[in-house]
C-alpha cells in the first residue's frame, strides 16, 4: 500500500538557520509529491508539488524540495528559517494520475523556530 | 477572493446523535474533499465530489456520507456518533477536471468534539 512518512516528529531550528524536512514514499511508479503547511487553527496551504521533470521544485516563501527516485524521498528545504515558518509541514503523495484530490499525507512534522 | 468556508467551526454533540458540516468551495471550484484529522492518524481522505457525483472515496464507515449541490457547496453527515470522531475535518475545493492537479484549497476546519 501507499504511504508516506515523515521521519521527524518535531523540529526545532534557530531563526536564520537551514531547515531540512524529511519526507519517504511507498509506490510503485512514479508519484505526485505535494508539500503543505498548516499553522495554527488554519487550512493547509500548498508549498509545492512535483509532477515531473526537473527534480528540485521551487515554491512559495523561499522553500524549496527535492525528488530522488533513488531514495524515495521528497525532503523539503529552506536556507534560512524565519520566525513566521514555525507551524506544521505535511509531505503527500497523490497515488496515480486517477488520485485525484485522494492524497496520502505523513504524520506531519512540526518546526519550531528559536530567537 | 473568498477562500473556503466551512461552517460551524466548532460543534460539541454526544455519543449516537448526528452532524452536519458545510463547506463552500471557492468560487469557480468544481470539485471539493473532506478529510478527517487526527492527533493519532493524521489526515485522512474521506470522499470527493465533483459536479454532484462521488469521485472517490476513502476508508471510513458508511456512517460518514456527503452530498454536493449544484452551486458546488458540499455538505457531509456522519451518523450514529463515536467517541473516535472527535476530528478537525477539513474540507478542501479545487479547479480539478479529472486529474491529478495538486493544489487543493483548504478551509479552517470543523472541530467536532463527540462527548
Known amino acids: 500500500a501507499q504511504s508516506v512518512t515523515q521521519p521527524d516528529i518535531h523540529i526545532t531550528v534557530s531563526e536564520g538557520a537551514s531547515l531540512e524536512l524529511r519526507c519517504n514514499y511507498s509506490y510503485g511508479a512514479t508519484p505526485y509529491l505535494f508539500w503543505y503547511v498548516q499553522s495554527p487553527g488554519q487550512g493547509l496551504q500548498l508549498l509545492l508539488k512535483y509532477f515531473s521533470g526537473d527534480t528540485l521544485v521551487q515554491g512559495i516563501k523561499g522553500f524549496e524540495a527535492e525528488f530522488k527516485r533513488s531514495q524515495s524521498s521528497f525532503n523539503l528545504r529552506k536556507p534560512s528559517v524565519h520566525w513566521s515558518d514555525a507551524a506544521e509541514y505535511f509531505c503527500?503523495?497523490?497515488?496515480?494520475?486517477?488520485?485525484?484530490?485522494?492524497?496520502?499525507f505523513g504524520k506531519g512534522t512540526t518546526l519550531s523556530v528559536s530567537s | 477572493k473568498a477562500g473556503v468556508t466551512q461552517t460551524p467551526r466548532y460543534l460539541i454533540k454526544t455519543r449516537g446523535q448526528q452532524v452536519t458540516l458545510s463547506c463552500s468551495p471557492i468560487?469557480?471550484?468544481?470539485?471539493v474533499s473532506w478529510y478527517q484529522q487526527t492527533p493519532g492518524q493524521g489526515l485522512q481522505f474521506l470522499f470527493e465530489y465533483f459536479s454532484e457525483t462521488q469521485r472517490n472515496k476513502g476508508n471510513f464507515p458508511g456512517r460518514f456520507s456527503g452530498r454536493q449541490f449544484s452551486n458546488s457547496r458540499s455538505e457531509m453527515n456522519v451518523s450514529t456518533l463515536e467517541l473516535g470522531d472527535s476530528a478537525l475535518y477539513l474540507c478542501?475545493?479545487?479547479?480539478?477536471?479529472?486529474?491529478?492537479?495538486?493544489?487543493?484549497?483548504f478551509g479552517e476546519g470543523s472541530r467536532l468534539t463527540v462527548l
Open positions: 478542501a475545493s479545487s479547479f480539478s477536471l479529472g486529474q491529478v492537479t495538486g493544489e487543493l484549497f
Open positions: 468560487s469557480g471550484h468544481r470539485s
Open positions: 503527500a503523495v497523490a497515488p496515480g494520475e486517477e488520485a485525484g484530490t485522494a492524497l496520502i
